[in-house]
């Protein structure tokens, strides 16, 4: 059995947390590859580290006297260091090499992804690991890519013959031989690297919640926990908002059939979500989640006739296509066609897209509707029981909510309703309580 576990900021980010996880890791001998964040927010209104090593690059960058936040800096590991009592080791000689390279070539990607390599550092002196650095066995493309193969072959390799290593998360090195990031949240993606490289048995990522929650708990107090989802679920979860795991996580780990384990480094005895590729496990809700988003804008296109227009569709696209601007939706009648666009990448070009339809196929009427906020009722099990979809309008029509548009496509795994922006929260909570509340 080998598992790789990867740790998030907040698990690691004092002396006491790392106390934690060395415990985490100690109870389990499987556990033999470590993936560390930067050390996080402490408390509310902290500063993570990786945030301070951006206000490092900025200064100087601007050519500024940045010691001081290089102090905020060294005092967040050196209280670590302390807390753990690793009296022999010091992090002197890499600070030193940080402050010579942000003088004479500061980056920003450098700079922000030094917080792993020294979290890393410190991880694999804690517990007795071998350090083995991500720039040598992560590789990106000239546009920032992670060039998938390369790695996963440099990374089999190198760990081959290391039993146990902590690599650090979030970056790798590009072609021109500097340091790339990830976006954000990026050491999601190393953790997943490591286990598809390793063909680990579990992908373990511990975090600060236990879990998926099967809806937003900003919008309902104390939701349930889901305890398995598909990567397929997940990944129209979180297009649709739920984070917890950086979207592109689970590429790696997919191809090779591995389980993710969303776990809670301060609450060790929950179970946490398993996000596998498929499963028997059935929800206790009928439902696996329920996620949505506000902010959308819709394009209908009306035209008599129109459905005997061959390529009239192909057309229509091509007007959004010319503005850069991508579609999320696309419900059809007869003679009308409806666009569902992100607003914030519309509204700016809604004029110049109006006018291309006109062009390309001489519609009767363009009608542009905006407020519109999107809701993904998810869940492998609706396709084999009846009523989910007249749970769900029902459930809105009893909370007074007006359904704006329907989607949904021939896999079954979800159901796409737009409402108006206004009524998103209402009618997030009414889906919930038909599936979840009311089986409680
Ligand atoms: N430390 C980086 C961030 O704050 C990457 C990560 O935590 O995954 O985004």
Redesign the pocket.
Known sequence: MKKVVKF??SSLADAGQFKKVGEIIRADASRVYVVP??P?KRFDGDT????LLYSLYHQAAAGEDFSGVMGTIRRRYEEIIEGLELTDFTLEPQFREIEQHMKEDPQPDYA?SR??FLNAHIMARYLGYTFVDAAEVIFFDDDGNLEARKTKKAMAARLADIPRAVVP??YGMGHDGRIR????????I?GSIVAGAVRADVYENWTDVSGFMVADPRIINNPVNIETITYRELRELSYMGASVL?EDAIFPVRGEGIPINIRNTNRPEDDGTWIVESTCQKSGYVITGIAGKKGFCTVLIYKALMNSEVGFGRRVLQAFEDNGISFEHMPSGIDTMTVVVHEDEFIHKEQKVVSAIHRYVQPDVVEIESDLALIAVVGRGMKSMRGTAGRIFSALAHAKVNVRMIDQGSSELNIIIGVANEDFETAIRAIYDIFVVTQL
């Open positions: 998030g900021g964040s930067a996080g993570k580290v990786t945030d922000a917080g792993e998360g979030f990031t990830f976006s954000r949240g990026g050491s999601d190393t950086h």
